[in-house]
């Protein structure tokens, strides 16, 4: 298993433009998630999915959009890009159901970090 | 809305000591999750608990939960230089499907 991984690992973005950070995982976790990490901050969630075809948002949603086409994928998208998304951003996934310390350990990609111009 | 608190935010301590890491959440939740950072990496999962009164113990980390008290602890035995690191607690909100974080401890154990 590959687990779950982002790309890219590195972005430089210039204020207004747009991108997609891509998350994938091969566990077959109904559950996916997107975190910001700023200093001092924690980490904060973006947006969130139970299964494919559902989306919801979390603490930070503004400026973010997802879907959740597959299982697998769950792609954050940035339409116009600020300074203030300046960030490192995580993906994340878990079974969302069942019992169990295994069913329900969080799974977390590698990180993007992304700058804003 | 749920809020996660973690204190201390900072702690430094010697070698060979012991310390408590404590993680307050405000509403009703029965999974609650410890995770380790290095500085530039994941998350890394250290501790899952399921229940009120679990406690769960990995080396020199032990973690429990008091669901009534809306309290966890993270206790370090015998600091050792290894476990310097940020520690996050995260709470599952069951009702609302999300997972929130705490601040985060960022622990300096000095030789």
């Known amino acids: 298993n590959a687990g779950v991984t982002q790309t890219p690992k590195f972005q430089v973005l210039k204020t207004g433009q747009s991108m997609t950070l891509q998350c994938a995982q091969d566990?077959?976790?109904?559950?996916m998630s997107w975190y910001r990490q700023d200093p001092g901050m924690g980490l904060r969630l973006i947006h969130y999915?139970?299964?494919?075809?559902?989306?919801d948002q979390g603490e930070v949603p503004n400026g973010y959009n997802v879907s959740r086409s597959t299982t697998e994928d769950f792609p954050l998208r940035l339409l116009s890009a600020a300074p203030s998304q300046t960030s490192v951003y995580f993906c994340?996934?878990?079974?969302?159901f069942g019992e169990g310390t295994f069913r329900n350990t969080q799974y977390f990609g590698p990180g993007t970090r992304l700058t804003v111009l | 809305e749920l809020k996660v608190e973690q204190n201390p935010l900072f702690l430094s301590m010697q070698e060979g000591k012991n310390y408590t890491i404590y993680c307050n959440y405000s509403?009703?939740?029965?999974?609650l999750y410890w995770y380790r950072q290095d500085p530039g990496k994941s998350l890394e999962s250290l501790f899952v608990l399921l229940s009120n009164g679990a406690v769960k113990q990995e080396g020199r980390l032990m973690a429990s939960l008091d669901t009534k008290a809306r309290l966890s602890t993270l206790h370090i035995t015998a600091a050792v230089h290894d476990l310097s690191a940020t520690y996050f607690c995260?709470?599952?909100?069951?009702?609302?499907?999300?997972?929130?974080f705490g601040t985060g401890t960022l622990l300096a154990v000095q030789p």
């Open positions: 566990m077959n976790h109904e559950y």
């Open positions: 995260a709470v599952y909100g069951g009702a609302t499907n999300k997972l929130i």
């Open positions: 509403t009703t939740s029965d999974r």
């Open positions: 994340a996934s878990s079974y969302f």
């Open positions: 999915s139970v299964g494919a075809g559902i989306t």
